[in-house]
């Protein structure tokens, strides 16, 4: 397959460009397309422009209104919600983002509950930010149903992510970003794509028995949680943080059959955030770069998110690598 | 075996008077009974009257002490610490408890952060009680290096538990807690004594080799984390909540070798709390129970926490089922 390096910022422009065509607002579309285009360059791949269809897609359908304007809502001192009107997610983080961190650092922790929201993306993009800024921070969003509770016959969870980012004092920050579901649902459209099987316990067919067949998961199949029932429970709790804390939907709740080819789950989004100054005893990013050597010396060679970063210097250093045939197809998106 | 049964008040009388034998305060002793009883009356075994060996052994080390005055310190408006000064964690929660739920109320949000605390019970019951009063609450601690890190070849984290709690509106609440190594510690030991092999994956022997033998894990082996890298990136960050947060020690930082015996974990714990009165849309509870209701219409039978609801059920309306053996040690204990 032929590839082509293209620069960041040409990557940003041209993604702009196609939300914009798609009837988002330009705020919205500058916000998503540094998403999506970070996510590319760091070879998060499953978020990066695969996603670039889902998004337009959805827009195309008018299940998302690439148009909202969020509101925030000042719940109690240290506790903040959005109603993101339908929009996407990251335009409501970003609303509620500076209000959110000033109340962190006067309380020492605080949360931001977004709900009426569409998150089509990773979350270390809405949670790295923070660990630079010498902030510990927790986010989980639900998504649509398509996993198994531990112990069920049906989907009743989405893929349900939860994400950590801590600080360091001089290094990169740790960020953690994962599915609670075994795969994350974009890496079985990828697999099933490239023909590729999953692993062994990834999921089940139609009739609840399992399967490594990519096509079989997302044809009335589904996957199953992490790890078995505590991977389950985590992914419980991930429902209630994002949907009944938040007020948004859960996985298993909205209605997109008459949107067909939405793809952007319409549920709920919680940030949690912590002013990692208030730390008793050493600094935290000091204490941080302890575990992180202590567990070099036991011989643990790649740290999460580490990969990010390596990708993020080849990018930086020769371009963003994408297929021609994407970048063609983006550029085809963007025409009019 | 021949089983006694004895009632809840006066299996905590018993224990208080085994912890006043062995040193500690009597407030000290009532608040460990009470959790330590707790826990037996639940049919929580890995942390009931079993513990009691490493309780009173910890003590009489003094690699513990029993008179200890955690002292309280408000780092910010939503952020409390607590020095338990080389104490137990239960009565640093019991100092910081009504403040935080002040803080809570107050803030939407708050934590807890205790260090130089050794907790060598389950999470749950400190958790549990938030919940019935209406919070959401999230707690780690970490324990001692006993589990290998996805990709390493020796122990760098504890068992190190994360537990979480949420209200019902009617019904008991959604309460789980669940070490992120594979097994418990206290389930590896019960194995060993009842002479039982472990599940497959469950750790490794003193060479790094795979095994089932629990006394291998036991000497010299060690625990792997559950569900692969994934429960290895959130135990990770239950090492930087508990210790780098809280100002306590790494799972991998205390020296106990001059204390043969000492069983107790010197470390921290963090205990994050939200209201659950400031949930947007529906009330939490009636929310909770939504997604309940889905879980066991897709066929899940057992809940996080259900058992436990149920043996204390049994336990109140029978009394607590303990060995004859274990009673008549428990008594030898409390004996001058």
Not at 7 to 16: C, G, M, N, S, Y
Not at 70 to 91: C, K, S, W, Y
Not at 164 to 174: N, Y
Not at 271 to 285: E, M, N, S, T, Y
Request: aromatic share 8%; proline share 5%.
């Amino acid at each position: 397959m032929a590839v082509s390096h293209i620069a960041f910022p040409d990557l940003v422009a041209l993604l702009e460009a196609i939300f914009v065509r798609f009837g988002t607002s330009r705020q919205v579309a500058a916000i998503l397309a540094d998403n999506c285009a970070r996510c590319e360059r760091d070879g998060a791949k499953s978020h990066g422009v695969f996603r670039m269809k889902g998004y337009t897609d959805s827009l195309a359908t008018g299940w998302v209104d690439g148009r909202a304007e969020p509101v925030l809502e000042e719940a109690a001192a240290g506790f903040l919600r959005v109603d993101a009107q339908n929009g996407f997610a990251q335009p409501a983080l970003a609303l509620g983002r500076d209000v959110l961190i000033e109340k962190t650092r006067a309380n020492g922790i605080a949360l931001l509950a977004i709900r009426n929201s569409h998150h089509l993306s990773a979350l270390w993009p809405d949670l790295e930010p923070f660990a630079e800024q010498g902030f510990i921070a927790l986010s989980t969003v639900n998504s649509f149903a398509c996993t198994v509770p531990h112990g069920g016959q049906s989907a009743v969870f989405g893929t349900n992510p939860i994400a950590f980012a801590a600080p360091t004092r001089s290094g990169e920050p740790v960020v953690f970003d994962m599915a609670t579901s075994s795969m994350a649902n974009g890496d079985v459209q990828i697999a099933a794509r490239e023909g590729n099987q999953l692993p062994a316990g990834a999921g089940v067919d139609s009739n609840g028995n399992p399967t490594t067949d990519p096509s079989a998961v997302l044809n009335g199949g589904a996957l199953l949680p992490f790890g078995g029932h505590k991977g389950s429970s985590i992914s419980m709790m991930i429902e209630l943080l994002s949907a009944a804390l938040t007020g948004g939907n859960y996985s298993f709740e909205f209605d997109w059959s008459g949107h067909p080819g939405a793809a952007t789950p319409l549920t709920g989004q919680l940030i949690i955030l912590i002013d990692a100054a208030r730390a008793g005893g050493a600094p935290f990013g000091v204490r941080a770069e302890t575990l992180i050597d202590e567990m070099a010396s036991a011989g643990v060679k790649r740290f999460p998110g580490q990969h990010r970063f390596a990708a993020r210097k080849r990018s930086d250093a020769e371009g963003i690598a994408l297929g021609v045939d994407d970048l063609n197809w983006l550029e085809a998106l963007a025409a009019d």
